[in-house]
């Protein structure tokens, strides 16, 4: 049957299946409704490039071409993958997705679908002498992006963690000695300091972990403010299919916070809020929000994958988990 190719502005006529189906690697972050949310920006413009074979959805390739010249997606800026030259927004097109950690280009691994968005790619007079700026793809994804468009050039390499099934639903007696025995110490260290902990629908919390959260990211380097944490939030309560949490947990007059997305049957980490210090309290209040609550929450609900997310890539390796490595590029001037 053959291949029609189709250019639309929103994925409206795209069900979440369709969409999941073409990528289910990717979490709440790369769900439809969520990068519907992104496609609502006016600093950008979304098209997605749509194959079909008669029924069956084949392909929808993302696309955002910026407006501007300053630069306003902070995930996305090719300067934290190591990208040094020149970079203005009106002439630059991010491909794959939009402020997360994870891009695709949601394309079936068939040569003739592969082929058919490559032509229309190349069609587009409004794709043409824009810098192409690919963001956290797999490896995998990262080919299908070379077949669609040639040549990439790939930047510095980001490790994006995930805790698997054995490890959030197995029996412990079957994970390697060390992980077994990591989380016994972190369960009995987690009862010495006297570390409380409990998961709250974010709809119902009414605590201090936007405060927490912005503070966090603010030590880190990042612009960041309570009311914009907040906003992240609710954004995510207004994507169907998607449950956000907070895990609030205390010990003694230090409070920290993690918030978290369920999605389908994964549950991911977020975002992280944690005063300022060190020690051994500390490093185990980290453990408790960031490992232990999580899993604890899965177990509970029969989650099967707890998504980790980038960096602290050492404890969580002695935790079980297993790292996804994520390759962002750039193509200059592109000309189809």
């Known amino acids: 049957m053959a291949l029609s190719i189709t250019v639309a502005d929103s994925l409206d006529d795209i069900t979440d299946d369709e969409f999941f189906e073409l990528d289910g690697s990717l979490g709440a972050m790369g769900s439809r409704v969520r990068l519907q949310q992104h496609s609502q920006d006016p600093r950008w413009s979304a098209r997605y490039v749509i194959a079909r074979e008669g029924n069956a959805v084949r392909a929808v390739l993302p696309l955002f071409l910026g407006h501007g010249d300053q630069w306003s997606d902070r995930l996305n800026s090719p300067r934290t993958w190591g990208y040094d030259g020149d970079l203005r927004q009106a002439t630059s097109a991010l491909i794959g997705g939009r402020l997360e950690i994870r891009g695709s280009m ?20 409004e794709l043409r002498g824009r810098d192409l700026f690919f963001g956290f ?11 669609v468009f040639g040549s990439v050039k790939w930047l510095d390499a980001s490790e994006d963690f995930v805790y698997p099934e054995p490890v959030v639903l197995g029996d412990p007696a079957n994970l390697p000695r060390s992980v077994r025995q990591l989380i016994r110490q972190d369960e009995r260290r987690i009862e010495e300091f006297g570390i409380t902990a409990s998961v709250i629908p974010w ?58 997305l369920h999605y389908r049957d994964e549950l991911e980490v977020y975002e992280i809020g944690l005063p300022e210090g060190d020690g051994r ?56």
């Open 203 to 260: 709809p119902e919390y009414d605590g201090v972990a936007c405060d927490l959260i912005a503070d966090h990211n603010r030590r880190k380097g990042m612009d960041d403010h309570a009311l914009l944490a907040e906003y992240r939030m609710d954004q995510w309560t207004e994507c169907p299919g998607v449950s956000a949490y907070v895990v609030h947990a205390e010990m003694a007059d230090v409070v920290g916070v993690t918030t978290l």
């Open 106 to 125: 949601r394309c079936a691994d068939d040569p003739a679908v592969l082929q058919a968005v490559a032509d229309r790619c190349a069609d587009m007079e």
């Open 137 to 147: 793809f797999d490896s995998r994804q990262a080919e299908l992006a070379e077949a």
């Open 281 to 336: 309290a500390r490093r185990t209040l980290y453990s408790c929000l960031t490992f232990n609550e999580p899993r604890r929450f899965a177990r509970d609900n029969g989650i099967g994958v707890v998504r980790a997310g980038p960096d602290a890539a050492l404890p969580k390796r002695i935790r079980g988990a297993e790292p996804i490595i994520r390759h962002s590029g750039y193509l200059r001037s592109y000309c189809g």
